[in-house]
């Protein structure tokens, strides 16, 4: 079995900084992709950023410039480092990673979430 474990969500002004770290546990033979997804009350969970094993990115456009996703191939952890936050951005951020439990045998895995709210 994987886990993901979320972390760094919370409470913030408009204009400050987070840092959300993910941490993937268990049977894991290697890791592909990883990626942070939101979602907001009465709303449809979204993309955020996602980061394949060879480091490429991609962002959702209304993110871009403001978040940075990375990993730690070595501890299986992905990072999102979300700067000049907005209230729109107010979402619970899940955590997702392409697990391989064996060479050849991949599947996607989910954190539990974590809440970051953002005042204006």
């Known amino acids: 079995q994987v886990q993901l474990v979320e972390s760094g969500g919370g409470l913030v002004q408009a204009g400050g900084s987070l840092r959300l770290s993910c941490a993937a546990s268990g049977s894991i033979f290697s890791i592909n992709a990883m990626g942070w997804y939101r979602q907001a009350p009465g709303k449809q969970r979204e993309l955020v950023a996602a980061?394949?094993?060879?480091?490429?990115?991609n962002y959702a456009d209304s993110v871009k410039g403001r978040f940075t996703i990375s990993r730690d191939n070595a501890k299986n952890t992905v990072y999102l480092q979300m700067n000049s936050l907005k209230p729109e951005d107010t979402a619970v951020y899940y955590c997702?990673?392409?697990?391989?439990?064996?060479?050849?045998?991949?599947?996607?895995?989910w954190g539990q979430g974590t809440q970051v709210t953002v005042s204006s």
């Open positions: 980061i394949t094993s060879g480091g490429s990115t």
């Open positions: 997702n990673a392409d697990v391989n439990v064996a060479r050849g045998f991949g599947s996607d895995y």
